[in-house]
């Protein structure tokens, strides 16, 4: 915790929340996301690329017909957000490599913060190194899966711009940082975290009006007063807005489009932030650095700033997972796998599937009540951002 004191003490006073997950989630040295594998069984979540191979698979199929769409341009990058152990790609370009005009049209861009990360996603993708005949040129990484080039990056601005793009946002959104607005005797006040000497960390109200007031006000003009009328309190996200923005742009003036999936709302946030370490959810101000963080995604906030961003692109959705996957042929999928596996391959199957695309507890769960699969097929929602030029893209057809 001794870190995030220094925060506070260096500020000379409260942080907003927003600060405080940034902190926590991407300190160069403490934060949660960069130095550990926080994925799978032995981390602290589970994301839907490690619950089957399917995810990848359908993500990849989306992809490929997006880019038919585009005219199967020679050249595209594919650029994904917060790939994780880079398992979404992996199994997208194995779904996806029998098809050598798509496959050799791909440049991968992996934009990632974490070191560890990274080196997770290169060993996943089956990485090597070339070295370049030419000193003053880097040297290219190559995907051994399809033999295409892939590349790093810390921000989406610094993928080289001027090719067709598609982007991918699976589970992204939800980690960027969130303000927490409360409705006081006084209006909208912030949610600030405070400190005092040798005590936890507590929740304070802003005295005065803050910077992220702004967006507070921009996100209540695009819902209705009834909307806001029924709320106590509220969450906005400045860097899913500016993001969005960025998103649109490129899309707008390179040509393709963007897919967006995580856990969330179609319209406004009111007080989701959570932890989770180890698969439990835990009190967000505990040992920070120790826990994940992530609110519920504002989808109604990011269709008002990829329109407001450009004219042209379109927004479709959100649907949730389980029309995306379905729409998609996913239940084909699990049944041509189902015909040439063993029993425990079988079970393995059936409970991804169900994760991915079931709704509450699986009903043919025979297993122990705590590890009961729970469906994630209406939790989670699925939005496209697209080029106009495109066409609808499959799945919201």
């Not at 509220?234 to 969005?244: D, H």
């Not at 199957?349 to 699986?362: D, Q």
Request: charged share 20%.
């Amino acid at each position: 915790m001794t870190k995030n004191k220094l925060v506070f003490q260096f500020r000379g006073g409260p942080i907003s929340v927003a600060e405080y997950m940034e902190e926590v989630l991407t300190n160069p040295k403490a934060g949660f996301y960069i130095n550990r594998d926080v994925f799978g069984t032995e981390g602290d979540f589970i994301t839907s690329p490690e619950v089957s191979q399917m995810f990848g698979e359908m993500i990849g199929v989306w992809v490929m017909c997006l880019w038919e769409q585009m005219g199967q341009p020679s050249k595209v990058n594919l650029v994904e957000l917060g790939p994780g152990r880079g398992t979404l790609m992996a199994d997208l370009l194995r779904g996806t490599s029998k098809f050598k005009n798509f496959i050799e049209s791909l440049q991968i861009h992996m934009v990632e913060c974490s070191p560890a990360l990274q080196k997770l996603q290169h060993k996943n993708l089956k990485c090597v190194d070339e070295d370049s005949h030419n000193g003053n040129v880097d040297k290219r990484t190559i995907s051994m899966l399809t033999g295409t080039p892939v590349s790093w990056h810390a921000a989406l601005e610094q993928v080289p711009s001027g090719l067709p793009t598609i982007i991918i946002a699976h589970e992204f959104y939800d980690a960027l940082p969130v303000h927490q607005f409360q409705r006081a005797s006084r209006g909208w006040c912030e949610k600030m975290i405070d400190v005092a000497e040798d005590s936890p960390f507590r929740f304070v109200l802003s005295p005065q009006s803050t910077p992220a007031k702004l967006y507070l006000m921009e996100r209540c003009k695009w819902a209705g007063a009834e909307e806001i009328a029924k709320l106590d309190q509220i969450e906005v996200c400045p860097k899913a807005i500016e993001l969005t923005h960025t998103i649109a742009k490129r899309i707008s003036s390179d040509g393709g489009g963007a897919l967006v999936i995580d856990y969330g709302l179609d319209g406004i946030v009111s007080d989701s932030l959570q932890a989770i370490r180890k698969h439990k959810f835990v009190n967000i101000l505990d040992n920070p650095g120790s826990a994940d963080l992530s609110a519920y995604v504002d989808f109604a906030s990011i269709r008002h700033s990829a329109e407001e961003a450009s004219d042209d692109v379109i927004v479709h959705g959100p649907i949730t997972q389980s029309q995306f996957l379905g729409s998609l042929g996913i239940n084909f999928r699990v049944e041509a796998l189902l015909k040439n596996c063993t029993d425990e391959q079988a079970e393995s199957l059936r409970t991804g599937y169900w994760r991915l695309v079931g709704e509450g507890e699986a009903p043919f769960w025979e297993g122990p009540d705590d590890q009961v699969p729970i469906g994630m097929g209406t939790r989670y929602l699925v939005m496209a951002i697209v080029n106009k030029k495109q066409g609808i893209p499959i799945s919201f057809q």
